[in-house]
């Protein structure tokens, strides 16, 4: 069996949103927070969760104890350098617990509403069946990798220090190199991500479609 960790990177300036997406209020039937409804379903996969950000002041009030908040210590080097930061944290955070660092860590962005526990946990039963030579296991959508709603292993580490000390800074460009199993299954609702007053608005206008009064 495999131990399973997960991160919620909420490092975004939000410039488009125009105010913190994180702290966006979900619909009432969620009561809570944006950023709290992608915690809540994280932890649906693991117990182990940590959220990593240059703010964690603003939003350690809104977590419960068991969330270990990360401080991002870069502004603006996009979530490819927040993925690595992330692991090192992660890694260097567990060994002073003397606890065993995690094989895999699920990793999702702070601003995908529609995310579905089922499918998640549906995605992490199939890790253990993953290609021992895989690094990362990830849906795809428009035949480009969504990198920040699924689970990369361990092994990733070395190639991903590589990538950014070359001054890559796309996940496209490092994936496309290596070995990524393919997760099915998920749909556009789940993998929205909300990054303007726009999208955000189309997302509650989704809901309230799919749950009429």
């Not at 009432?28 to 809540?40: D, K, R």
């Not at 035949?143 to 070359?166: M, Q």
């Amino acid at each position: 069996m495999f131990h399973l960790a997960a991160l919620v990177l909420a490092g975004g300036q939000s410039q488009r949103m125009g105010r913190d997406k994180a702290l966006l209020s979900m619909p009432l039937a969620y009561q809570s927070t944006l950023l709290q409804q992608v915690c809540h379903v994280a932890q649906g996969c693991s117990p182990d969760l940590y959220v990593l950000t240059p703010w964690p002041e603003n939003y350690q009030p809104l977590l419960p104890p068991i969330v270990t908040l990360l401080h991002e210590p870069t502004v603006g080097h996009g979530p490819l350098v927040a993925l690595e930061q992330g692991w090192a944290q992660i890694l260097a955070t567990r060994q002073q617990q003397r606890l065993p660092p995690p094989d895999w860590l699920l990793t999702l962005a702070c601003d995908m509403p529609g995310l579905e526990l089922t499918t998640l946990q549906r995605w992490r039963q199939t890790l253990i069946n993953v290609d021992a030579g895989a690094i990362a296991a990830l849906p795809k959508q428009s035949e480009r990798w969504e990198p920040l709603c699924g689970f990369y292993h361990r092994r990733c580490l070395p190639s991903l220090k590589v990538a950014i000390n070359n001054n890559v800074r796309s996940f496209q460009r490092w994936l496309h190199q290596e070995n990524v199993v393919q997760l099915l299954g998920a749909d556009s609702h789940m993998l929205r991500n909300c990054n303007t007053p726009a999208e955000w608005q189309q997302f509650l206008t989704n809901v309230n479609a799919r749950n009429p009064d």
